[in-house]
């Protein structure tokens, strides 16, 4: 009986990791979880399932920005000198204050990296005709305590940077929903 006992358990353990590992294998990183996706190229990777507290702290203004352009080389930049990080920034603020909903101070901060990169597309390392369609892409890193949680890449369209403020709503609703 004790032998029967121990095999079901083992049975059972080794048939939730093969589930675990399928499961994963499976998780296409370009899926839509949002309507907001569903309009534009997005790819996303979370890191851990366990970001309750770091979505408290962005929910209490409790995070620290940090922000860069990677304008385009080879083609005249659209952004150089019409968009800087100080606006991308203001952009940013402005959303992650619309999602403020807890007074609350914490000691620590939820660290959000970010770039803009403007799409060179005079850039010969270009591969398909596709990567022409847009203007350039936000990739934002969501950190805490220097461990990277969650990752998001969204393309823009729209060269005049219009479009900007839609797409990061979408990655703090991205990252808010998980």
Same mark, same amino acid.
């Given at each position: 009986m004790r032998i029967k006992l121990y095999l079901l358990f083992i049975i059972a353990f080794i048939s939730f990791l093969v589930y675990g590992i399928i499961n994963q294998k499976n998780y296409d990183p370009k899926a839509k979880r949002l309507a907001c996706q569903n309009s534009i190229t997005t790819f996303e990777k979370i890191y851990t399932k366990d970001l309750d507290f770091a979505k408290k702290l962005l929910v209490s203004s409790s995070y620290e920005i940090k +922000? &860069? /352009?990677k304008y385009s080389n080879n083609? =005249? +930049?659209n952004l150089l000198g019409?968009? !800087?990080t100080k606006q !991308? &920034?203001?952009i940013l603020y402005? /959303?992650?204050n619309s999602f403020k909903s807890l007074d609350k101070k914490y000691d620590e901060k939820l660290t959000i990296s970010y770039y803009i990169y403007e799409n060179d597309k005079k850039d010969e390392g270009k591969k398909n005709k596709d990567a022409f369609s847009y203007a350039g892409y936000l990739v934002f890193e969501f950190k805490f305590r220097e461990e990277l949680l969650y990752? /998001? =890449?969204i393309d823009y369209l729209n060269t005049d940077t219009s479009d900007i403020k839609s797409r990061m709503k979408c990655v703090i609703e991205s990252f808010l929903t998980i």
């Open positions: +922000s &860069d /352009i083609m =005249q +930049s019409n968009f !800087s !991308s &920034d203001k402005e /959303i992650l990752k /998001i =890449q």
